[in-house]
């Protein structure tokens, strides 16, 4: 369970112990608000569980030995959550056992740590975001992972997705697969886009900070090749001028 879990209300997964820590938190943490977690979770305002996650990276063809880097904190609810993830996915990750490194140990909890998360994620060859929240983390690396020649990222649409993960959860679970599927291959995958509202600006500055090659609008033209030459001989001819204006 994660910030946005608490801010969600999405507490009916956990024991009656777990709960009333999480509400005790909520109230000490959120204003007052009247959340049903059924509601909520039918139209998509609920994260993803790590099983949710895991039974959408298989139902897209990845298998058991697929290299799964998680960068996240420790999981409110522990092993009872991950597990079923871990068995589907058993060759996990994080940036304690990528790097054993004494600093980077002794700063798990720290800045150390969660810079080698981004990067792991930035340099990746697919990166699946949980929650499409206000994160600044994963807004960041979605735009950053643009300017990398637009790298292949997955967005889950939990709204379309709640009512075949609820299908599932009450025993109907044939063509799951091919629902999640045809749910995912609607959504992008991290190609060129325009923004639309309310997307954020951070995480797709598409079309305005890249330039093309062969653009509709001149205006959106990439500079010619030589334009590192053109400047610096007209940062030397402005020296020169400058230097005879003074003889």
């Known amino acids: 369970m994660t910030r946005e879990g608490f801010r969600a209300r999405c507490f009916d997964i956990f024991t009656p112990e777990e709960q009333k820590i999480l509400k005790k938190y909520r109230e000490e943490n959120f204003a007052p608000k009247k959340l049903v ?3 909520r979770r039918a139209i998509g305002k609920c994260p993803l569980t790590p099983e949710e996650v895991g039974l959408i990276l298989r139902a897209l ?3 058991n030995s697929t290299r799964i880097y998680l960068a996240a904190g420790e999981l409110f609810g522990g092993d009872r959550f991950m597990n079923p993830f871990r068995s589907l996915f058993p060759r996990l990750e994080n940036h304690s056992s990528v790097d054993h490194s004494e600093e980077l140990v002794e700063n798990t909890r720290g800045l150390a740590g969660s810079a080698v998360d981004y990067m792991v994620c930035l340099l990746s060859d697919i990166f ?4 499409d929240g206000p994160s600044n983390f994963a807004n960041n690396l979605l735009g950053h992972r643009l300017y990398y020649g637009f ?3 997955i967005r889950p649409d ?3 997705l709640a009512p075949i993960f609820i299908d599932r959860e009450n025993g109907r679970m044939t063509g799951f697969n091919e629902a999640v599927r045809k749910v995912m291959l609607k959504t992008n995958f991290g190609e060129p886009h325009k923004r639309v509202s309310p997307e954020s600006f951070y ?3 598409w079309p305005e900070c890249f330039c093309q090659t062969a653009p509709k609008n001149p205006a959106d033209k990439c500079p010619p090749n030589y334009v590192l030459s053109v400047m610096h001989n007209e940062l030397n001819k ?5 230097n005879s204006t003074k003889a």
Do not use: I
């Not at 699946?128 to 929650?131: G, H, K, N």
């Not at 402005?238 to 400058?242: G, I, K």
């Open 151 to 153: 790298r292949t990222t």
């Open 61 to 63: 063809g990845f298998d």
């Open 203 to 205: 995480t797709n500055s």
């Open 128 to 131: 699946m975001p949980t929650y």
């Open 238 to 242: 402005q020296a020169t001028d400058t």
């Open 158 to 160: 939990r709204k379309a």
């Open 37 to 39: 977690y059924n509601e």
